[in-house]
């Protein structure tokens, strides 16, 4: 599909706008501008409750396109918005202007000689930078419970915090030096001398204006006293014009304005932070307390100097996760009152952890606890109790009512006053009718966040929202001169109330900061300073039941670091939200063209290029697997004659494997005849004129594999039984076959296992480049006889298939069924489970495991190496370098430590680029749309070392694309463990 702009999308644009795009047009790739109707809805999606839907997206990748669209914005009175990852939950990443998304470019990252201090670009994932400092024992300051998702853009523009950082290790702390881009295009590089000389003569005005508030507010004692007050505590309410009373120069008070400053004075280009540093000597105790207010009052007693973290959970967040799995058993036998404080002491090495440990549980000492205080260093202890707090906001996202929207609110108290604020808050919430909401959050710096659910589509509950927060806001403000918004950034949400928080004499200087650095309004317009007294009361995003599968989902935007169409199409979360404004057009009798038009888009968007690998679902929230939801939109699409064509498939399943090795076959011998440039060429020119259905052969096409299961026995009756199709277990037949290989029967207690080799591996072989020339399945069976096991295949294999081909398709009938004929032959050939049984292909193995009867031992390549095999084998690793990727089903499988483990005994250097998830081939969709594959994989040859030659997986199609994106051989692991493993004698 053609991902360029139609021009009829333009011409539906207000006249401006239409101008807008001509002049950026020559500036960007066609693809890297978006006017659909689908795309700018889902693009403009983020986390918070608020939706706008911009005219025009826009993909910009280096700093002149930011300058090209700065001052065509400016010349045109034109609003723009800058987007990060969209994880920022107060309606500060969204527009119905243009919004700028950063595109690949920006998430370059270096680091100096000592790990001090670390340079970024705005697209860089937070865990990212702390994984490239991991080795200096350093960390970023600045830890938000979405670091794993949010880009540091987005956390420098919302000064964005967390549990650990407080206010002495957050962005506007450890900000170095950075690249601001402002509002007329201009480019100020703070951390160079001669850029910061020309922008003073440059922009003496801005500098004079900047100077004069400067000595404007030192001259006012009593606001320079307010604004220190204020910013002892988490605060992101307004600017951040404590710059004006903690620096002098011009330059550090503009580039300390810039953090928190959401995107409305400038674009954060680049940013440098002093890091600090990363203890690895670690405890933790979730402390349970009578009731919120002794908790309270415990933290009181606390400080940074004696732990690192102090989490708040009242009862309703415990009760929220009790019942998940992991979860202490304890906690469903606390009383209804019991407030937890989980604690966090961290120091350099053991005997100061432990002084910290003592020193904590002294302070602590004469505050009743509803069970005794004790810390732990057990990291799966101290594992699972961080679990219960990080699954507090997706308790309730799960638990909500379907189509009401989940809301996170964000406040912080002076440390005198958390007891009585926090009870009081408690009993705010259960007064307006918000019984089952949650009170958690960061204590040690009097920051707690309250969560609950409302329905926007529903007028009175819009008033009863604004009744709770007129309340919160006054109590805040004026009870106990708090922040309404601690570090979630002001936004839309709470940019009506910036004046009430700080005074009018404050305010007027915010508004002189925007008028100074902005004065066209042209960015992020309505965030942080908003006229409109009902700002947080409109454009409230509503979430329709649209399908089981996906209702639960709160839009976080969690899920899309490892979605392999991010940078194609869409991910988890905008197809969802796109499945969402279906179901309203729908609702709304909408049936013309503007319905049609984003079905019909999303055909390709959403549903061709959704890989439907499920590695969503392991960083969502509230584990939704989108691409099952995928796979059923298919199923209910496909027609009847592709179910009957599948169910032809599926009945005659040997004789198709055996086609596609003969075509396969028949591709090699073109290779060998045309060579590779012609045979390229030809497949091109036959793709194209099949429509892209017939796929384009390249020269890591596998060749044929011919399977036969060889050394074949007659096994005795007792060996191996059967299962009928009741379910009762039958004696094998005398006389009958089944297929044994390798160790003798004769032998004592032989090491058995039953080899499932998957389809793909009996058709398809090794690709013409590949270092290894022998199939997977001839790789298996050697390193299985090295280790003296015997080999048992189940009757009937050229016929069996676990299902996976058909279940990707939507054909969940015929997969079912092939399933379930596995299922029998395996249970009948490995004595209903008593053999372990070993399939060859990580995402075969995962349907069956999910699937089939658990009585079967179903074990996964990587798995049967690690637990099984290495013990009776003399490894004599390589002196290579090796690469390896982990698929979605092994990922899923929870089996990242062992895929490791494996290799590293294997080769002497192992490298996983951290930046490749899943690598988007998803069975034969690499095939027929390989740029999934190719998007997906886009980082993966620059990410590899010089030294590194091949490449090691657990599943045949997806070496296929690895191998073609990287330049180098991917094989199974299997060929690399059987490369380096000796039989033992003694086994």
């Known amino acids: 599909m053609n991902l360029s702009v139609r021009p009829g999308d333009i011409a539906k644009l207000p006249s401006t706008y239409q101008e807008f795009y001509r002049e950026i047009a020559p500036h960007f790739a066609p693809q890297d501008i978006i006017a659909d109707p689908l795309r700018t809805l889902a693009y403009g999606t983020d986390a918070s409750f608020y939706r706008l839907i911009p005219k025009l997206v826009v993909k910009a990748g280096c700093n002149e396109q930011v300058v090209v669209l700065l001052q065509v914005a400016s010349r045109l009175n034109i609003a723009l918005t800058f987007r990060a990852a969209g994880t920022s939950l107060s309606g500060q990443a969204i527009s119905d202007s243009i919004l700028v998304m950063l595109a690949e470019g920006w998430s370059h990252c270096d680091v100096d000689a000592h790990g001090c201090a670390i340079t970024m670009g705005p697209a860089v994932i937070g865990a990212e930078a702390n994984r490239v400092l991991k080795p200096f024992s350093r960390k970023i300051g600045p830890d938000p419970a979405s670091i794993n ?31 601001i881009i402002f509002h007329d295009g201009t480019v100020l590089d703070t951390a160079d001398p001669d850029s910061v000389a020309a922008f003073r003569l440059s922009h003496g005005h801005l500098i004079s204006a900047v100077e ?18 204020k910013f002892k505590i988490k605060n992101t309410t307004g600017y951040g014009i404590n710059a004006f009373v903690d620096f002098d120069d011009p330059i550090d008070i503009i580039k300390h304005l810039m953090i928190g400053s959401e995107g409305t004075l400038g674009f954060i280009a680049r940013i440098t932070y002093r890091t600090v540093h990363d203890h690895s000597h670690k405890a933790s105790s979730l402390a349970l307390f009578p009731d919120i207010r002794q908790a309270c009052l415990a933290v009181m007693r606390l400080n940074r100097d004696l732990v690192s973290a102090a989490e708040l959970m009242d009862r309703k967040s415990l009760q929220s996760v009790e019942d998940k ?11 209804s009152e019991v407030c937890g404080l989980l604690i966090e002491v961290e120091a350099e090495n053991h005997d100061a952890l432990h002084r910290k440990i003592d020193a904590a549980v002294a302070a602590l000492e004469g505050i009743p606890t509803a069970r005794p205080l004790e810390f732990s260093t057990d990291k799966a202890v101290c594992a699972q109790l961080w679990n219960i707090r990080k699954g507090l906001f997706p308790a309730v996202g799960a638990m909500r009512t379907m189509g009401t929207t989940v809301i996170i609110e964000d406040v912080a108290y002076p440390m005198e006053h958390l007891a009585d604020a926090i009870s009081g808050l408690r009993a705010m919430l259960d007064e307006y009718g918000y019984t089952d909401s949650i009170i958690f959050g960061h204590a040690l710096d009097g920051n707690v966040h309250f969560v609950f659910t409302q329905d926007f589509a529903k007028e009175e509950q819009v008033r009863q929202y604004d009744a709770l927060m007129q309340e919160v806001c006054n109590t805040v403000t004026g009870q106990y001169g708090g922040s309404l918004k601690a570090e979630h950034g002001t936004g839309r949400n709470m940019a009506p109330f910036v004046e009430m928080e700080w005074g009018k004499q404050a305010y007027s200087y915010m508004l002189r900061i925007k008028q100074t650095f902005d004065p066209q309004g042209i960015l992020n ?13 409109k454009d409230l995003k509503h979430l329709p039941a649209t399908h089981e599968i996906i209702d639960k989902c709160i839009e976080c935007g969690f899920c899309e670091v490892n979605c392999p169409s991010r940078n194609l199409t869409l991910t988890p979360r905008q197809r969802i939200t ?7 057009l729908r609702a709304i ?17 959403g549903e061709a290029t959704c890989a439907a690998d499920g590695l969503c679902a392991t960083t969502c929230p509230v584990a939704i697997d989108t691409g099952s939801h995928t796979k059923n939109l298919r199923s209910t699409q496909n027609k009847t004659m592709g179910r009957r064509i599948a169910g032809l498939c599926a009945r005659n399943f040997a004789p198709l494997t055996k086609g596609i090795a003969l075509a396969l076959g028949f591709s090699h011998i073109a290779h060998r005849v045309l060579g590779k440039s012609l045979l390229g060429g030809l497949s091109r020119a036959v793709r194209s004129l099949s429509g892209g259905k017939i796929p384009a052969w390249d020269p890591w096409f596998p060749k044929a594999a011919w399977f036969r299961p060889v050394n074949t026995k007659k096994v005795e009756a007792t060996h191996a039984p059967r299962v009928s199709q009741d379910g009762e277990r039958q004696t094998l037949e005398p006389g009958k ?36 020339q022998r199939s997977l399945t001839e790789a298996m069976l050697s390193l299985l006889e090295k280790a003296g096991y015997e080999v048992i295949y189940p009757a009937n294999l050229d016929a069996l298939c676990c299902g996976t081909p058909f279940e990707s398709k939507g054909f969940m009938e015929e997969a079912d069924a092939k399933s379930s004929e596995l299922e029998k032959a395996l249970l009948a050939v490995s004595d209903s489970g008593r053999i372990p049984v070993l399939c060859d292909t990580s995402p075969c193995l995962y349907r069956m495991r999910r699937v089939m009867d658990a009585r079967l031992k179903l074990l ?18 390589l002196p290579e370098t090796v690469a390896i990727h982990i698929t979605c089903s092994a990922t899923k499988m929870n089996l990242q430590p062992k895929f490791q483990a494996v290799a590293a005994a294997c080769a002497r250097s192992v490298v996983s680029p951290p930046e490749i998830k899943c690598c988007g081939f998803a069975g034969d969709r690499g095939f027929n749309y390989p740029e999934l594959n190719a998007s997906a994989l886009a980082p993966l040859k620059a990410a590899l070392p010089a030294d590194c030659k091949s490449g090691y997986s657990n599943s045949r199609t997806c070496e296929i694309g690895l191998a073609r994106h990287s330049g180098i051989s991917y094989q199974s692991i299997v060929y690399l463990v059987d490369r380096v493993a000796r039989p033992r004698s003694d086994s």
């Open 578 to 584: 796109t499945q969402r404004y279906i179901t309203s």
């Open 325 to 335: 799995a992991g979860m202490p058993e304890y906690l469903r036998t606390l009383d």
């Open 212 to 229: 004069s508030m400067r000595d404007d507010i030192a001259a006012d004692a009593e606001l320079s006293a307010l604004i220190r007050h």
């Open 737 to 772: 076959e089944a297929n044994v290989s390798g160790r003798s029967m004769g032998d004592e207690a032989p090491r058995q296992v039953v080899y499932f080799p998957a389809c793909v591996s009996r058709s398809m072989g090794p690709a013409h480049g590949d270092l290894d």
């Open 149 to 179: 998702h949010a880009m540091i853009g987005g956390i420098a523009a919302n000064n964005a915090s967390g549990m650990c950082c407080g206010t002495a290790d957050n962005s506007y702390k450890t900000v170095q030096d950075m690249t």
């Open 860 to 877: 996964e390549p990587v798995e049967f190496i690690h637990d099984h095999l290495l013990g009776h084998l003399n490894i004599e690793p």
């Open 589 to 605: 009798g909408q049936s013309g063209e503007l319905l049609k038009r984003v079905e019909d888009d999303y055909q390709y968007m």
């Open 525 to 537: 317009p309505g965030v942080i300073i908003n006229e409109d007294s009902l700002a947080h009361l």
